[in-house]
């Protein structure tokens, strides 16, 4: 059986993803902030039937709370098979009449993106005694420059200098890890769930949790002939 660990998997499209992988036989580590968010999470899994799953408390934030993490993992298994990085916030919303300051550009990227860095280092070792590592970084549609340049875009005029900037670091991340560990058999990829309605965005529209989770467990699916270092959504390869 293969070990997943999942982070901001309490509620969402962590949550979602965290019962679809449970469902395909998988077992599932719960990363939750809040103890108690994360033990209610476990009790509606069994609820439903899914007894191969656990809660680990993580602060992705927090440094110690992601060595802590890696310690509390320890005690159950010296493998990790699969590391899915959803945690993430969104920050202060930019407008003309309270513009973003430095405070909340970097409260966002300490989050999505050295937050990720940090639990992917702690976690390596587990991944390393897989035999088919897989990390998942789990981005946004945001982060795509190419698509920022397209006046056509959907997407065009949703510009901000702290959550889409803090995605394009997460794949530039990406990519490097993959590099650095492509001749170990790593599966490395950012993988965007496009525009969903959960409580990160207000529940302001788009999928639901339950719909868009289902590819994003594709790539934490993947097999010795999957790719690696590459940027993808629901309709397949992206550009960056």
Known sequence: MRTVLITGANKGLGFELAKYLLHNGYFVYLGCRSIELGKKAINDLKSLGFENCRM??????????VNNAAKEFAKYSNVLDILINNAGILGRRQNKENPLTVADVREVFETNFFGTIAVTEAFLPFLKRSSLPVVENITSDLSSLTKHQDPDWLLYNAKSISYGPSKTALNAYTVALA???KNLGFKINCVTPGWTSTDFNGNSGGKSAAEN??????????DANGPTGKFFGEEGELPW
């Open 213 to 222: 989770c289902i590819n994003l467990a594709k790539y934490a699916m993947l």
């Open 179 to 181: 590099h650095e560990y």
């Open 56 to 65: 680990l408390e993580i602060d992705i934030s927090s440094e110690g709370s």
